[in-house]
């Protein structure tokens, strides 16, 4: 049997210009490209978890309106199962995504329908209980992100949370969280350290959860946990595209790798974090969202050329 996953999280639907470089703020900068791509954190990464080969579930909220349709179906041609997203009166969420020519970007969310997932349902918490690892981010209410939590310590799945966007947590939530994904930026954020230093804030987010994933970009990614074992991986060494959704790969890989191996050993540790790093990079080589989002071939592909001679 596959994996199970289940995703507590956001959906919208990016629309996205590509220009030569950022604008300041003020300014106007004349853009090229202009497309829309159903994305959204939580929905990204239940994409990537199923493109990823894992069996996934979403419990979310879409509006009423064409956006809502559109992000249901790609979701269900992803292979997502949808029986846990809502369809909320008024609008669907939506994120402006900028891209420069570098694949830097920036992002600004309107959360619309998703900000209606103030509680969840006992069929919610049937799906939490049936998956092996309940993937969260914070892009939805937190009193969702809480119970969803809740529940599956409760009921005995493991709990990733990717702090996203940043922003600091609540102790009764980061007691309740398993492993941790956090860029730098929100390293910082959570920890509420001024610091940009990976030792640093692994020490600082090993005060509040047991095990710490942070994600590095370009440099790949460093964990550590309470156990004492830290280790960093490089990422395979690409020509990035556009790197919006490579976040979100990575963290449905990482959660697809968890399910299927777990953290049993500092090698089981590192296998999952070179894969993920592999799913982030396979993603970054193409433009979009959900449409970057690679599949299990992609990512085993770039793994094996990646790191093959390393195991």
């Known amino acids: 049997m596959s994996a199970r996953v289940a995703v507590v999280g956001s959906s919208n639907l990016d629309l996205v210009v590509t220009a030569s470089r950022l604008p300041r703020p003020g300014e106007t900068v004349l853009g090229e490209d202009f497309r829309t791509v159903p994305g959204g954190k ?3 990464q239940a994409v990537a978890a199923a493109r990823a080969g894992a ?20 979701l269900v041609d992803a292979g997502v199962d949808v029986s846990g997203l809502r369809t909320a009166a008024g609008p669907s969420g939506v994120a402006l995504i900028a891209v420069d020519r570098d694949a830097e970007n920036f992002i600004l969310v309107a ?14 918490r ?3 209980a049936a998956a092996d690892v309940l993937l969260l981010q914070l892009e939805v209410p937190l009193t969702a992100v ?34 941790l994904v956090v860029n730098e930026h929100e390293a910082a954020v959570v920890a509420e350290v001024a610091s940009d230093d990976p030792p640093v804030l692994l020490d600082a987010l090993l005060m509040l959860v047991p095990r710490v994933v942070l994600t590095l970009g370009a440099r790949g990614a460093a ?20 790197t919006t959704a490579a976040g979100d790969a990575f963290t449905g890989a990482l959660a697809v790798s968890w399910a299927e191996h777990g953290a049993t050993s500092e090698d089981t540790v590192t296998a ?8 982030g990079a396979a993603c970054a ?25 390393a195991q």
């Open 111 to 124: 959360p619309g329908a998703n900000g209606t997932l103030t509680e969840l349902d006992a069929d919610d």
């Open 223 to 242: 964990y550590a946990d309470r156990h004492g074992l830290r280790l960093a991986v490089p990422a395979p060494q690409i020509d990035a595209v556009d």
């Open 42 to 44: 939580g929905a990204n």
């Open 55 to 74: 069996a996934c579930d979403f419990v979310g909220a879409v509006g009423d309106d064409e956006f809502g349709t559109r992000m249901r179906a790609s």
């Open 126 to 128: 049937a799906t939490i």
């Open 272 to 279: 999952s974090l070179r894969w993920a790093c592999a799913a």
């Open 146 to 179: 809480l119970q969803a939590a809740h529940w599956a310590r409760a009921d005995g799945t493991t709990v990733v949370l990717n702090a996203a966007p940043a922003a600091a947590l609540p102790t009764a939530l980061l007691d309740l969280v398993d492993v």
């Open 285 to 309: 080589q193409r433009p979009g969202a959900s449409t970057a989002l690679p599949d299990r071939p992609a990512i085993d592909a770039l793994y094996d050329a990646t790191y093959r001679g």
